[in-house]
């Protein structure tokens, strides 16, 4: 008769275990970040595809700019909140949850997974749009240059503005007699004359018009009476120029403390979201929800 020796069973003290690793489950971060960024790209492509951007409000003829501007920003608005309260409850279905704690400290750190979420999410979204912001900063830039050189490029000499005592030159060495016929001198001191006045509030001094109107006789043949008011025409059309200038930074200017009003509303929002998606994911976790009205009819 055989005798059957008792096996040994191995215990293992899981809880152990269980102390010794993280809280952080960097996986379901990760996969939350991912799918986070992933909802966040599709919906921002679709609305600059609709004219839904910060880039140009006027971009459907006919459309009111602060109309587009408004439903521009309620987008924005929904979609960083959605794809963020998405990306969170994702993680807190996919935390693994410490069976150690209470469920009070279970949804605190759900929402905790939720917040680094977001973190994490907002960080890329900005290395992403970094190049954006780069142009948005470059035509803010250009828009204020122009307005203090556009007229100067009314004429082909506009590149001697760039020194300061060009004008000043000029002024020093004008003669008394009536001006010669010297096509490409003449524009450039046009266009020094033009830049000067662009540098301060528009205004082309009387002395100025007057030996315009001499140097545009010289070189056109018109009566004293034609240059003159063709001078005033052309003021009038260079101040309108800088004019334009100056409202197109100004808006420029508004447009970008607006944005960035926005992102950062948005940004203090879908951190709420995320915090409070990432609790609900975790609870339909523990009590193992199945989403059966959503995805009754498939």
């Known amino acids: 008769m055989s005798m059957v020796q008792p096996t040994e069973v191995a215990v293992v003290d899981a809880s152990s275990a269980r102390e010794g690793s993280s809280y952080v489950d960097w996986s379901a971060i990760i996969a939350g970040v991912i799918f986070a960024s992933a909802i966040s790209l ?15 409000f006027n971009s459907r003829e006919g459309a009111p700019g602060i109309l587009i501007g408004v439903a521009a920003a309620s987008w924005f608005l929904w979609v960083q909140v959605s ?7 994702l993680t807190g279905r996919l935390r693994r949850r410490h069976f150690d704690a209470t469920e009070d400290e279970s949804d605190m750190r759900d929402g905790a997974h939720g917040l680094i979420v977001w973190a994490g999410a907002t960080v ?31 004429a082909e000499g506009a590149a001697d503005s760039m020194d300061p005592n060009a004008y000043f ?10 001006a010669t016929a010297d096509s490409d001198a003449s524009r450039a ?39 003159a008011s063709r001078v005033d025409q052309v ?14 930074a100004r808006i420029a200017r508004n447009t970008a403390i607006i944005a960035a009003f926005l992102i950062a509303a948005t940004t203090l929002v879908s951190a709420i979201g995320a915090f409070w998606a990432a609790q609900k994911g975790g609870n339909h976790r523990d009590k193992n929800t199945v989403m059966t009205d959503v995805f009754r009819r498939f």
């Open 189 to 227: 001191e046009a266009g020094r004359i033009f830049a000067q006045a662009a540098l301060g509030d528009g205004t082309v001094p009387e002395a100025d018009r007057t030996y315009l109107a001499s140097v545009v006789a010289a070189n056109t043949g018109l009566t004293p009476e034609e240059s």
């Open 235 to 248: 003021i009038v059309a260079v101040e309108d120029a800088r004019q334009q200038a100056l409202e197109a």
């Open 169 to 178: 030159t000029d002024m020093l060495f004008r003669t008394n007699q009536p």
């Open 83 to 89: 794809s963020l309260m998405a990306g969170g409850y």
């Open 42 to 56: 599709l919906f921002i492509a679709f609305g600059s595809a609709v004219g839904l951007n910060f880039v140009d």
């Open 124 to 154: 890329l979204g900005a290395v992403i749009a970094l190049g954006g912001i780069g142009a948005a900063a470059s035509t803010a830039g250009a828009a204020l240059s122009t307005a203090t050189t556009a007229a100067s490029n009314v």
